[in-house]
């Protein structure tokens, strides 16, 4: 017990948890841009732009995480963070598109024709009637994405970037007992499980 | 990545891809048969009016979607053998996958008991049976059909996530084709095809729930 929660391994740790923090928020931060253009351009549904984005997203999301993150580390030459970031991007930003999308659809087809009748432009209807209707219904599908890519992060240890779970690895191996071991890996899960409640806690109180 | 002999050599080792391909199905096919019955059970239990099973149920949820899959795999492969429990990474990749991917699957069952109408279990009631008969003859086959699409798309996670078999040795697809261009440093073709590979598996997947859905949109 005593051996576990030690000054050094904590400092451990919780340096793991900034490189874990920093990874899915930047992660969640770029694939939010990139995902609702990806999701707008295929919604949008003519033109190639649109051929484009819905073959990447089908093609992105029924691939594994774990095949970008080690393809990207081994084939492209960028440090293990950036790496990281970026591979978890490529695949996060797919799903938020599909979120996205479907957010779009839901809105009734309805709208687009009042809003015309009014004047509106494409784009002008876009901004103004539909993505503010659809962001409520996207709202809570896009948060499980995000608490998705925090836990996701914990495949970069694969890697050998440093976040929680491969920081929590190392510090495993100091150990022999099995109370130790146990404590080490509860104490982690419960970082993950704070987190990741807590930012779903927040979703829920966030209103339109 | 596009020279000819790393592609020659490559289909010349195409029984290590084969393999891992068959044991990536093998995991995937298990934990499916493990997570339906889980999320049959917890969802039902959602449902159900018993208290205590019904927090240990939340519970389950709660902790199991909010933590890593990469943790759990990991808990039951380092920690259990301290407690004198060994199972082979198979094993273990089975049992994490199917209870993470079965905290999901209740939340589709249930959403999918609950869709069904209130009157169903009424009309079963003033037949004469009882709850699980209810549930049996007239609520679950309801509720299959509206649990199919999303189920789907769980599955198709559940063979995308048993790829973190690959982080304890599991010995499958992406363990293989990882450790195959680990060897001779030909990572381009190895993770192209293994990226195909998966992508036969999981694409008419998705394409089919995609199909269900719209399929009840226009209904």
Redesign the interface.
């Known amino acids: 017990m005593k051996m576990v929660f030690t000054y050094e391994n904590m400092i451990f740790l919780l340096r793991g948890l900034e490189i874990t923090l920093i990874i899915a928020f930047s992660t969640i931060a770029l694939s939010f841009i990139f995902g609702s253009i990806l999701g707008i351009a295929r919604f949008s549904g003519k033109g190639i732009l649109a051929k484009l984005s819905a073959i990447y997203i089908?093609?992105v999301?029924?691939?594994?995480?774990?095949?970008f993150i080690?393809?990207f580390r081994?084939?492209l030459p960028l440090p293990p963070v950036a790496s990281a970031i970026a591979s978890m991007t490529v695949f996060t930003s797919a799903m938020v598109a599909e979120i996205v999308r479907g957010g779009l659809h839901s809105v009734s087809h309805g709208q687009w024709e009042a809003a015309y009748s009014q004047g509106f432009s494409y784009v002008g209807t876009m901004i103004h009637i539909i993505l503010p209707q659809a962001v409520k219904k996207i709202l809570k599908p896009l948060m499980s994405q995000f608490?998705t890519a925090i836990?996701?992060?914990?495949?970069c240890?694969?890697i050998a970037v440093h976040e929680l779970?491969y920081s929590g690895?190392i510090v495993?191996g100091k150990f022999v007992?099995?109370t130790q071991?146990?404590i080490l890996?509860a104490l982690?899960?419960i970082i993950?499980?704070t987190l990741?409640?807590a930012l779903?806690k927040l979703s829920n109180k966030i209103k339109f | 990545?596009f020279a000819l002999f790393k592609w020659k050599a490559l289909f010349l080792s195409w029984d290590v891809f084969i393999l891992g391909f068959a044991i990536t199905i093998l995991v995937s096919l298990i934990s499916l048969i493990v997570t339906l019955s889980i999320s049959l059970i917890v969802g039902i239990i959602r449902c159900s009016n018993l208290k205590r099973s019904k927090r240990f149920a939340n519970w389950y949820i709660?902790?199991f979607q909010?933590?890593?899959?990469?943790?759990?795999i990991?808990?039951l492969y380092?920690?259990l053998p301290?407690?004198g429990i060994v199972f082979s990474p198979f094993i273990c990749g089975c049992i994490g996958l199917s209870l993470y991917t079965g905290a999901f699957g209740a939340t589709v069952i249930e959403a999918a008991i609950l869709a069904v109408p209130r009157g169903q279990f009424e009309a079963a009631y003033s037949q004469g049976m009882s709850y699980l008969q209810a549930m049996y003859h007239i609520i679950l086959p309801q509720a299959a059909k509206i649990a199919l699409p999303p189920m789907t798309n769980q599955t198709?996670n559940l063979i995308?996530?048993?790829?973190?078999l690959?982080?304890i040795a599991g010995g499958d697809l992406?363990y293989r084709a990882?450790s195959w261009?680990g060897e001779n440093l030909f990572?381009?073709p190895s993770?192209i095809i293994?990226?195909l590979l998966?992508?036969s598996l999981?694409?008419p997947l998705?394409k089919f729930a995609q199909n269900l859905e719209k399929k009840v949109k226009t209904k």
């Open positions: 089908d093609t999301r029924n691939i594994p995480l774990l095949l080690i393809g081994f084939t608490v836990k996701d992060t914990s495949f240890a694969i779970m690895m495993m007992t099995s071991a146990i890996y982690i899960a993950y499980f990741n409640t779903l | 990545m709660t902790f909010n933590t890593p899959l990469v943790v759990q990991i808990f380092n920690v301290h407690l198709v995308k996530n048993s790829s973190v690959a982080m992406m990882d261009a990572y381009g993770f293994t990226g998966y992508l999981c694409l998705s």
